[in-house]
C-alpha cells in the first residue's frame, strides 16, 4: 500500500486565488512527521512547512498552512493568495520514528502534484 | 555557508562503467541521505548514514554503495552502471534538532 498518496497530478489555478494540494498517508506509527516540499523547475528542493504527529495546532509558515486532520489521515497544504512564483512541483513527505536512531529521519515521500498558477 | 554541495551536477555512464557521487555539507549535521528521483515518482531513499562511519540501507539500495569517512561527507558509488539508474539523485542532511532536511542541488545520471 501507498505511504503517501497524492491523488491530484495536476492542477491550475488563477493568480491571487488560494489552492489546496491534497495528501493522504498511511502510517501505524503514533509519532510521526509530514513535510510539504516544492520542486521549481529548476530542479532543487525546497522544505515549505511541517507538522507533527502530536501537534496540537495546525501548522503555518507564511502563505503556507498544513490543514493536518489526524483521524482521516491527511495533511493537505494551502497556499493563500497564489502568486505565479508558486508554480511547480509539490511533494508530501511522511517520517516515520526510528527506533535504533532517535532524530534520523527517513522520509518517503508522494508522487508529487504539478500546481500551475495562471496570470 | 554552502549548505549540501554535489559532485558533479551532470554525468553521462556506459553501462559497467562505475562511479562515485560526492555529497558534502557544512552544517556539521549527523544525518545524511541520498535519495533517487525518477519522472512520475517522488524522492526514494538509497542508503543513508545517522553519523560518522554509520551507514544503512534504504528503500532502493540494490546496485548502490555508499561510505561515510568523515562527518561532512557521503559518497554513493556505482560499482557497475545499469541503465536503470538513469535517475536524478538528490543528497541531504540535517541536524536532528530541526526538522528540515537540507538538499543538495541533484546530480543527474544516464546510463547508456
Known amino acids: 500500500a501507498q505511504k503517501i498518496t497524492q491523488t491530484q497530478p495536476g492542477m491550475f489555478v488563477q493568480e491571487k486565488e488560494a489552492v489546496t494540494l491534497d495528501c493522504t498517508y498511511d502510517?501505524?506509527?503514533?509519532?510521526?512527521?509530514l513535510f510539504w516540499y516544492k520542486q521549481p523547475s529548476s530542479g532543487e528542493m525546497i522544505f515549505l512547512i511541517y507538522?507533527?504527529?502530536?501537534?496540537?495546532q495546525n501548522a503555518t509558515e507564511g502563505r503556507y498552512s498544513l490543514n493536518f486532520q489526524k483521524a482521516r489521515k491527511s495533511a493537505n497544504l494551502v497556499i493563500s493568495a497564489s502568486q505565479l512564483g508558486d508554480s511547480a512541483m509539490y511533494f508530501c513527505?511522511?517520517?516515520?520514528?526510528?527506533?535504533?536512531?532517535?532524530?534520523?529521519?527517513?522520509?518517503?515521500f508522494g508522487t508529487g502534484t504539478r500546481l500551475t498558477i495562471i496570470p | 555557508n554552502a549548505g549540501v554541495t554535489q559532485t558533479p551536477k551532470f554525468r553521462v555512464l556506459k553501462t559497467g562503467q562505475s562511479m562515485t557521487l560526492l555529497c558534502a555539507q557544512d552544517?556539521?549535521?549527523?544525518?545524511m541521505y541520498w535519495y533517487r528521483q525518477d519522472p512520475g515518482m517522488g524522492l526514494r531513499l538509497i542508503h543513508y548514514?545517522?553519523?560518522?562511519?554509520?551507514?544503512a540501507k534504504g528503500e532502493v539500495p540494490d546496485g548502490y554503495n555508499v561510505s561515510r569517512l568523515k562527518k561532512q561527507n557521503f559518497l554513493l558509488g556505482l560499482e557497475s552502471a545499469a541503465p536503470s539508474q538513469t535517475s536524478v539523485y538528490f543528497c541531504?542532511?540535517?541536524?536532528?534538532?530541526?526538522?528540515?532536511?537540507?538538499f543538495g542541488p541533484g546530480t543527474r545520471l544516464t546510463v547508456t
Open positions: 513527505a511522511m517520517r516515520e520514528g526510528d527506533r535504533l536512531s532517535f532524530g534520523n529521519e527517513k522520509l518517503t
Open positions: 502510517t501505524s506509527d503514533q509519532s510521526y512527521g
Open positions: 507538522q507533527g504527529s502530536y501537534d496540537e
Open positions: 552544517m556539521n549535521h549527523e544525518y
Open positions: 548514514s545517522v553519523g560518522e562511519g554509520t551507514t
Open positions: 541531504a542532511s540535517h541536524s536532528g534538532a530541526l526538522h528540515e532536511q537540507y
